[in-house]
């Protein structure tokens, strides 16, 4: 009889915490839910006075308190980062989840991007970017609820604009679940590349608010954009560039959105 009860309880248990995740997963987007969205570049935590400060990059994060957050240019386990994993030394000072991708090999590790979530992914998936000065990719992690992706794209021109053929076809099969992208695009709102992106995402930051360089921005490079798709709506409520200008080359720029699921 004890035995009996005992197998009660859990299975209550375990039905009580399976409905708590369920209600979770529905307010982002059933019960119209806001989070916030992060892009930042870091170099490698390196700052403006060329001291490597992961505590430092840290704490921009934390005081942002962003849902997710997508970085670029991280070192992992590199002859540069004195065997550290830069994102992983990020996640232990947050305590958020890591998922990293590697865009090169270098110097004994990998050079590429990473995303930090609260909550535990569902699954990644990665592809390569063209990039003749060097290899990108694109970083897709799935959460419960969304999609968020990464991305640092190529100096050149022409790499740009493929590459964002190739995300566009990549993320053509998630269309259950909002889908957001957060990186450095090294380009400026009137290229023909953003341009080429507008056609089927909406930029969420302010691109009149400037990233880079970090002491004396001239160029807004960093975007936080959300795929266009009749499922879901999506109100900025804040958007804004950090003036942080001494842990990295590049402002963090973020978003506050309440997000709508269309009936």
């Known amino acids: 009889m004890k035995l009996i009860t005992q ?15 369920s209600s979770h997963s529905l307010s982002k987007i059933d019960k119209g839910g806001e989070f916030k969205i992060l892009s930042y570049n870091i ?19 934390k005081r942002i308190n962003a849902d997710c957050v997508a970085l670029q240019e991280l070192d992992s386990a590199t002859e540069r980062s004195n065997g550290a994993v830069v994102l992983d030394e990020l996640a232990k000072r947050t305590g958020m989840h890591a998922t990293y991708n590697k865009s090169i090999d270098y110097q004994g590790g990998g050079y590429g991007i990473g995303v930090l979530t609260k909550e535990k992914p569902v699954r990644r998936e990665a592809i390569p970017l063209p990039g003749r000065e060097e290899r990108r990719s694109l970083l897709v992690v799935e959460m419960p609820d969304y999609v968020i992706c990464c991305t640092h794209l190529s100096l050149t021109q022409e790499d740009r604009v493929a590459s964002i ?44 608010q400037l990233t880079i360089p970090a002491g004396n921005p001239t160029e807004c490079i960093d975007y936080v954009l959300a795929a266009k798709n009749p499922k879901f709506s999506f109100n900025v409520l804040e958007t804004k560039v950090e003036k942080e200008p001494l842990a990295s080359d590049h402002l963090p720029v973020w978003v506050h959105i309440k997000l709508t699921k269309n009936n």
Do not use: H
Request: glycine share 6%; with cysteine; hydrophobic share 40%.
């Open 43 to 61: 170099r490698n935590a390196r700052g403006m006075d060329d001291i490597t400060d992961y505590g430092r990059v840290a704490n921009v994060i």
């Open 165 to 208: 053929d190739q995300i566009n076809w990549f993320l053509e099969k998630y269309t259950q679940k909002p889908v957001f992208l957060a990186g450095d695009l090294n380009a400026d709102p009137s290229s023909d590349a953003i341009q080429k992106l507008s056609e089927k995402w909406t930029i969420l930051n302010d691109t009149f």
């Open 7 to 21: 197998l009660l309880l859990l299975v209550s248990t375990v039905v009580l915490l399976g409905n708590c995740s």
